[in-house]
């Protein structure tokens, strides 16, 4: 559901999240209900300042229970060292605040109570959000490692598949504590939670590189021409450095060239893309025309 924009940046809400906050305001602790979704919203708002920091454009931002998913704008997923700190910075706007908590704890402002709420559940977001399991903080951190190695599509599926088993396993666990009066509902629901949005996120990975053509060819009928610009490297340069220097006002070429300065083949900037989704970011731009 969306709510308003933010700076240009749509605020979605998962039906999941408002189900979990209808139920607990049915069950009367609505203070409660709100101080997670302040969380939540702090967390991800945080995100969105980082992903900015490195000149991310940011399309949409979808709260979860857990925290949020958001939606960027260009190639963001295939650059792994700015997934990791984005990913981190939200976790860590957690540990902020509940580092902030314990200190107002010590003035007397707020009761004991609150501030204990405040802490737990600052630290309780900022440790699960780095389990390494998709849709989680931790489960991109994963997904950007396997990224080196396993192409985006490949390290997307098997993130999301931790997260999937994340998911029942913390639902199962939280079934067994609440039988035992361990906890509350609030483990059950957010294992089932994190399972739908890991199959989401599963789902969604083949679409991000159909995402990146649509908008290119939206660009070409808006403006009926892109302005081209042209690379020249060697059989050996890595995909990731390539698609570095792709911007979204012009259209790239590349001329793969041996030792003699003869060009042995010319690729677009979408097969070189495409061929860093599915291989890794580290796979030789001189091996792009043996895919099929």
């Not at 009367?28 to 000149?55: D, N, S, T, Y």
Request: proline share 4%; charged share 20%.
């Amino acid at each position: 559901m969306h709510l308003f924009n933010v700076f240009g940046i749509k605020l979605q809400v998962s039906p999941y999240f408002l189900a979990l906050m209808a139920l607990y305001a049915g069950l009367g602790v609505w203070p409660q209900a709100m101080a997670l979704f302040a969380l939540v919203l702090v967390h991800e708002w945080v995100h969105i300042l980082a992903a900015k920091g490195f000149g991310v454009e940011i399309e949409a931002v979808e709260l979860l229970p857990f925290g949020g998913v958001a939606r960027f704008k260009g190639l963001f997923e295939t650059d792994p060292m700015v997934e990791v700190t984005v990913a981190l910075a939200g976790p860590a706007s957690n540990l902020v605040l509940a580092v902030l908590g314990v200190v107002l704890g010590r003035t007397g402002w707020l009761g004991q109570d609150i501030i204990d709420y405040f802490i737990k559940s600052n630290l309780a977001v900022a440790g699960f959000n780095l389990l390494p399991a998709l849709p989680l903080d931790g489960g991109r951190v994963l997904r950007a490692w396997l990224n080196t190695r396993n192409g985006y599509r490949k390290a997307t599926r098997q993130a999301a598949l931790a997260g999937k088993v994340a998911g029942i396993s913390t639902a199962v666990l939280g079934i067994i504590c609440l039988a035992l009066k361990y906890t509350d509902f609030t483990p059950v629901l957010t294992g089932i939670f994190v399972f739908l949005a890991a199959r989401k996120e599963d789902k969604e990975a083949q679409f991000v590189f159909l995402r990146y053509l649509t908008r290119r060819k939206e660009e070409l009928v808006t403006r009926g021409m892109l302005r081209t610009y042209s690379l020249a490297v060697k059989p050996d340069y890595p995909v990731k450095d390539v698609v570095r220097q792709v911007l979204p006002q012009r259209f790239t070429i590349i001329h793969v060239i041996d030792e003699q300065f003869r060009i042995c083949a010319t690729f677009t900037e979408t097969q070189v893309i495409r061929a860093m989704f599915e291989q890794g970011i580290d796979y030789p731009v001189g091996q792009v025309n043996r895919l099929p």
